[in-house]
């Protein structure tokens, strides 16, 4: 799953949309339980080139540990591996990206710091290694190369200031030393892309702030991102992109095989618009309208294939109901599509979770809020095709919630769900998605 921070905006131009009208072409496996033993909790996963699938979780028993379980493409779930023992906060948020030959790579954090560990393809994982000591809320990307960057910021404003540092690692390589990508007064990391060339980019804003003895008061964001150019070592600021205004920009990025990049961000309106940048970094084109919902809308994510076909996946809320909505683009031109409705007949949802593939291959779920919640997901086989009909991957089960979803280039994909089953123990369930 690539990684999901929500913002809401409410504007009040429409918009025309299409809905698709294909039925799914391939088939979910019956819902199988991963954790066993224990709790589970905060799930993560990925699913290589050939379709092999990797799951990683928080189960609490005495303690928390980080277990991991694998799957190959055609055979069932094999048995636990520990990652990590005796976890050091109840609330690790784990996260796992594969490369297309299948190395994995897993990060996650507790009160020591940042942690990661590696799988070698057909491979065990090997010992944890605390990367960040210190630090929280990693934002991890990795290509399927193996090309991989971490994002977070730091500091104790505005006594001390803030920074954005990262640490980057190339393919077959060692993580870097602790980088500083922005600092200032008030600076905070919305978000990160990387390319297939290892090209990283690091969205940020800067903003004021004015704090009593219980709150702050935030204002004047001014959107920026940060580029690193393979092997060069040196963070580019973009300058001011957007703002400063009253409201945070929450901008994504996105990268194709060459290095062109892709930003898209909320404005001071309340529209998604859109910027590019050449393969080799520079200048930012002027930004151009993605779509303005009519009514509330909770970005999703936005990623991109290698060939730079890039989605950009959105709940929009509307008085009494709630959709799933994906616009396609392009880097190279920077134009988009007319938004599709990908939920169906589905007017209720919430907690949705994108993955696209370096070919193109997209899924989108989500949990329903009817009386009876079900776990619904929806795939496009190609980049520029059509989605197909939403269905249900969920089996029975209280208080259901979609925690991870990925997808492969051979059009293999995963979703991993929570629930409480019949004994009243949270667990993790997994369905895998063969074309």
């Known amino acids: 799953m690539i990684g999901i921070n929500t913002k809401a905006r409410l504007v009040c131009i429409a918009v025309t949309v299409l809905a698709p009208a294909f039925a799914q072409t391939g088939a979910w496996t019956p819902p199988v339980v991963l954790s066993t033993g224990g709790q589970g909790w905060e799930a993560a996963a990925a699913i290589d080139g050939n379709g092999n699938s990797v799951a990683l ?60 560990a590696d799988r070698p393809t057909a491979s065990t994982w090997n010992p944890p290694q605390l990367l960040i000591p210190g630090a929280s809320n990693p934002i991890f990307v990795m290509d399927s190369q193996g090309d991989a960057a971490i994002a977070w910021t730091v500091g104790d404003p505005p006594a001390t200031g803030s920074s954005v540092m990262a640490v980057v690692r190339p393919a077959g390589g060692a993580w870097t030393s602790q980088q500083t990508v922005a600092s200032g007064a008030y600076v ?17 804003e800067a903003y004021h702030a004015v704090c009593k003895k219980y709150s702050c008061v935030l204002s004047a964001f001014g959107q920026h991102a940060s580029r690193q150019n393979a092997g060069t070592g040196a963070w580019v600021d973009s300058g001011l992109l957007l703002g400063p205004d009253g409201e945070p920009h929450d901008a994504r990025v996105a990268l194709d095989s060459a290095g062109g990049a892709m930003l898209a961000a909320v404005n001071s309106a309340g529209a998604y618009t859109s910027t590019t940048q050449g393969t080799s970094g520079g200048t930012w084109s002027p930004f151009k309208t993605i779509v303005d919902p009519q009514g509330i809308s909770i970005t999703t994510d936005l990623a991109s294939d290698t060939a730079g076909q890039v989605t950009l ?33 589905d007017t209720s949802l919430g907690s949705m979770y994108f993955a696209l593939a370096p070919s193109g291959e997209a899924l989108v779920v989500w949990v329903t809020g009817t009386a009876t919640p079900q776990i619904h997901a929806v795939i496009r086989a190609t980049a520029t095709g059509s989605w197909d009909s939403p269905v249900t991957v969920s089996g029975p089960g209280s208080e259901l919630a979609p925690e991870a979803a990925a997808v492969s280039s051979s059009g293999n994909a995963i979703v991993i769900y929570s629930a409480y089953n019949a004994a009243s123990v949270h667990t993790e369930y997994a369905t895998n998605y063969q074309p």
């Open 57 to 116: 979780w928080d189960e609490i028993t005495t303690l928390g540990q980080l277990w991991s379980r694998s799957k190959p493409s055609a055979g069932n779930w094999g048995s636990v591996t520990e990652v990590s023992a005796a976890l050091q906060t109840s609330s690790v948020l784990p996260a796992v990206r594969i490369t297309t030959a299948g190395f994995a790579t897993a990060v996650w954090s507790d009160t020591s710091g940042v942690w990661t």
């Open 188 to 204: 905070s990391a919305d978000h990160a892309g990387i390319g297939a060339d290892g090209v990283v980019i690091v969205t940020w």
């Open 313 to 345: 996946v959105y709940e929009f809320i509307g008085f009494s109901t709630s959709q799933a909505f994906a616009v396609s683009g392009s880097i190279s031109n920077n134009t988009w599509s007319t938004p599709v409705i990908v939920s169906g007949s």
